[in-house]
């Protein structure tokens, strides 16, 4: 269902991309190796604390809109970060970065806002890029002039499949289509948009989910994200405190 009118896939997803940014060469490369490409984009550290809105709409109901927040540190090996959903409902988020790593989420409130949105904590970690790749699949061309490869890839656990459209030329994904294990339509899609640039890092401003029925958009505000290469010695308070009458209700 389109509850919002699309105005343009973007070019980059919640990777943090350094100012080194630039197509890379058009050779084609073994789909395993460019999976890892897409998998690690940047050899730095960098962080991202975005704020934002969630809005979500159901056939015949109206639009939910609350406030969001995601911050995250993305190292070669790792990334940490934090979700908080309306002010109180949060989720500290670890993501291994490498095949077949999962997210760990903790503190994370059941049956909350960010499930009844239909969103997983990990869509924002990019977790089903880490899942095992299946095979290549028939490159595509999305919105009629980005060139793509498309691969399918399993979570561990065998419980979905994802098609995942990858830019050919700047190696991360712009779209994702989830599948049940043994269905044939997508259960939900998900894609990202907004290009931005922030002291030399490029992030997305807007992620869409959909499925039957239902539609999320997440989109952050650039004039209030802080975005650069991530200093050991000088952290940024990149997880922050809930209201303790939510804690204790988890």
């Known amino acids: ?136 699949l028939d490159s595509a061309v999305l919105n009629g002039f980005i060139p793509c490869r498309v691969g399918l890839f399993r979570a561990p656990d065998g419980s979905e499949e994802v098609k995942i459209y990858l830019s050919r030329d700047y190696r991360f994904p712009l779209k994702a289509e989830f599948f049940r294990k043994g269905g044939a339509e997508p259960y939900r899609t998900l894609e990202c948009g907004g290009f931005t640039q922030e002291n030399g890092i490029y992030y997305a401003r807007r992620i869409r989910l959909e499925g039957p029925g239902w539609a999320t958009r997440i989109e952050f505000d650039p004039d209030r994200a802080k975005v650069g290469l991530y200093n050991a010695a000088n952290p940024p308070a990149v997880i922050r405190e809930v209201p303790a009458e939510t804690a204790k209700k988890k």
């Open 1 to 136: 269902m389109k509850f919002w009118c699309r105005t343009g896939l973007a070019l980059l997803s919640f990777f943090l991309i350094g100012a080194e940014f630039s197509a890379f060469a058009r050779e084609e490369q073994p789909f395993p190796a460019f999976v890892e490409a897409a998998r690690h984009p940047n050899s730095a550290a960098t962080f991202a604390m975005l704020e934002g809105t969630l809005q979500h709409r159901r056939k015949g109901a109206s639009t939910v809109s609350v406030p969001l927040y995601f911050g995250i540190v993305i190292q070669p090996k790792r990334s940490t970060g934090q979700l908080i959903v309306d002010g109180k409902e949060s989720y500290v988020l670890g993501q291994t970065r490498e095949e077949g790593g999962s997210t760990v989420v903790r503190n994370g409130a059941g049956n909350g806002m960010l499930d009844r949105a239909g969103v997983r904590a990990s869509d924002l970690t990019l977790g089903f890029l880490f899942y095992p790749v299946v095979k290549e």
